[in-house]
């Protein structure tokens, strides 16, 4: 072999030891070696070749520049591991600390709470015993003067008896309890001094010791007062309440209208008014069967409408026992006889039946033959158990609030000129036939609330919001929220929105004289008035409210009417085996 094979095979070699010793013990490769072995792999490569070199060298060098690569991958595999393993361990240390300050928070606030409660408890039975305490000492002083006074009256019938010096007795008697006063009252007050009763706490505020750290930590007692609401005059139709108390520091509110309430019978029902929907076969058939089973069963009086009467005596002459009215004035003493009534129909025979009581109204039954029934919650099939449970009572009633409406003209000199009237779901002003926007300027207790123009204005009830307000954009409210419901119709602009003013409030609507056109009110869809120029509408809570009995509450009922009246968010609920949200 010639020197320079053996030189070039030498060096080889040396490469070749100082690559195979690159290798640390643990099986992963030095970034700094592959680095060395790389460069020899170059300078060898780029060495000019040697006559006669073997073919073998060459296939040797090209399988350790493979051999280099894939070592210097290992090393990039390697230290991107090294990488991520610390990113999640950074994550996995953060994720652990704020796991540590939640769980050292909520220690905290645990132990906060405790500590309340329990100084909060503390403070209750202080001032419990501070009540008692002077009580039950008064109590025991009076108990003890009382037995005292007792012996001294024996004692001086005794003396009296015996001696017969009975005005001397009586005198000196007479000084005995007066010392006996004295000394107990002495007792008294140096009792309460010396048990610290009242101490700091009836004359507190007349403490004027300010050098006393102690004194000035002392909280004083506040003031108790009363809020009420208030009305324009003592003659007005609003009237005070007090709903509003504060005592002992604690501002709370008293039961209000809105409550469930329940119906109790102190005595039996006596007289029922049957009101059916006219021109329906079912409903006939079906107040016959009802009169029948209430006068026969029940033993009640049956009044009904004078045309339904005359349907009644037409079918059967032993119907002569039903008892109508003949002319309107006997109507409006209808609530003086009738203890309950019946209405068979839809909502629009529960209106016709509120507007025949122009003051208060008897607890009505509604049962439900019309197409929505948004206030007749009871079915006619079972009609017999229904009325057996309310004739037997207690029931859960409902009070739907109606609004006293009163038109007044401009040439009016007040405004009870004009008969008012009682509206159950709303009062509409439109425009009526003319083509051109309502002009109607709104006023909430002569503050300037508006000007509408538009199709026109609904003031509506609660009971009335799933109506002709609700068609118009207004709001779903419960029938036993006391408020009214302003809502325009179709409005000249994107920004008039429906309001909900409360209950206590007096809306009055005016046609301005300004205004191109008359507008037209309506009340429950009935007696339709004219509004000229510089006429008004005024509309207010009314005192008579409707109670309508509910088949199981007040709140169930409103919502089973507008889940089957209205389909109220009915869809189909969305199918279970789609694309779900994956666990990070």
């Not at 100082?18 to 680095?35: A, H, R, T």
């Not at 029940?298 to 008892?323: C, D, G, I, M, T």
């Amino acid at each position: 072999m010639s020197p320079s094979k053996l030189d070039s095979t030498d060096s080889f070699g040396h490469e070749e030891a100082s690559v195979s010793c690159s290798k640390p013990e643990n099986g992963c490769v030095d970034s700094l070696s592959i680095f060395h072995s790389e460069k020899a792999v170059e300078e060898l490569l780029q060495q000019t070749p040697v006559a006669g070199m073997d073919e073998h060298l060459i296939e040797f060098s090209e399988a350790l520049r493979t051999v280099a690569k894939a070592l210097r991958r290992a090393a990039e595999g390697k230290a991107s591991a090294q990488a991520e393993a610390a990113e999640w361990k950074r994550r996995y240390e953060l994720e652990r600390t704020r796991n540590i300050q939640m769980e050292r928070k909520g220690n905290n606030n645990c132990e906060m709470l405790q500590h309340w409660w329990i100084r909060s408890s503390l403070d209750n039975a202080m001032d419990m015993l501070r009540i008692m305490l002077p009580c039950l000492f008064f109590w025991e002083v009076g108990k003890e003067q009382n037995k005292r006074i007792a012996e001294a009256r024996m004692a001086e019938q005794f003396s009296a008896e015996k001696n017969g010096d009975i005005d001397c007795e009586r005198v000196k008697n007479s000084d005995n309890q007066s010392m006996l006063q004295n000394e107990s009252n002495e007792y008294s007050e140096t009792g309460c001094m010396k048990h610290g009763i009242w101490s700091h706490e009836v004359l507190r505020d007349r403490e004027s010791d300010s050098n006393s750290n102690a004194d000035r930590n002392k909280i004083m007692r506040k003031a108790s007062f009363k809020l009420s609401w208030w009305c324009n005059g003592e003659n007005g139709d609003q009237h005070k309440h007090d709903i509003v108390s504060f005592e002992r520091g604690n501002i709370t509110t008293a039961e209000r209208s809105s409550k469930q309430i329940s119906l109790k019978w102190e005595s039996d029902p006596q007289t029922v008014l049957i009101l059916t929907k006219p021109n329906s076969v079912s409903v006939r058939i079906l107040c016959v069967q009802m009169v029948r089973w209430l006068r026969e069963r029940k033993k009640l009086n049956v009044y009904v409408e004078p045309r339904v009467k005359v349907e009644l005596v037409a079918e059967s002459s032993n119907f002569s026992y039903v008892q109508t009215w003949k002319d309107d004035s006997e109507i409006s003493h209808l609530h003086m006889k009738v203890d309950l009534v019946i209405t068979l129909g839809g909502d629009g025979t529960v209106l016709w039946a509120a507007s025949m009581f122009k003051g208060p109204v008897p607890p009505i039954v509604p049962f439900s033959l019309g197409s929505l029934g948004f206030m007749t919650p009871f079915h006619s099939e079972h009609f017999k158990d229904c009325l057996d449970s309310v004739l037997r009572g207690p029931i859960s009633i409902t009070l739907r609030h109606r609004l006293l409406c009163r038109v007044v003209r401009d040439a009016a000199k007040n405004e009870y000129e004009t008969e008012p009237f009682l509206v159950l779901n709303e009062v509409t002003i439109d425009r009526g036939i003319s083509s051109y926007l309502t002009n109607l300027e709104c006023y909430c207790d002569n503050s300037f609330v508006t000007c509408v123009q538009g199709d026109g204005l609904i003031l509506s009830t609660t009971s009335g919001s799933t109506a002709y307000s609700l068609a118009a954009g207004g709001s779903m409210v419960h029938p036993q929220v006391p408020g009214i419901l302003f809502t325009p119709i179709c409005p000249h602009s994107l920004s008039f929105r429906p309001l909900i003013l409360p209950e206590h409030v007096t809306v009055r609507i005016m046609v301005p004289f300004n205004s191109r056109s008359p507008a037209w009110a309506s009340f429950d869809g009935k007696d339709r008035k004219l509004l000229a120029a510089g006429d008004a509408l005024l509309c207010s809570m009314a005192p008579w409210p409707v109670p309508t009995a509910c088949q199981v509450d007040s709140t169930n009922d409103f919502l089973r009417s507008i889940h089957d009246g209205l389909h109220w968010n009915l869809r189909k609920t969305q199918s279970f085996d789609g694309p779900r949200d994956r666990d990070l």
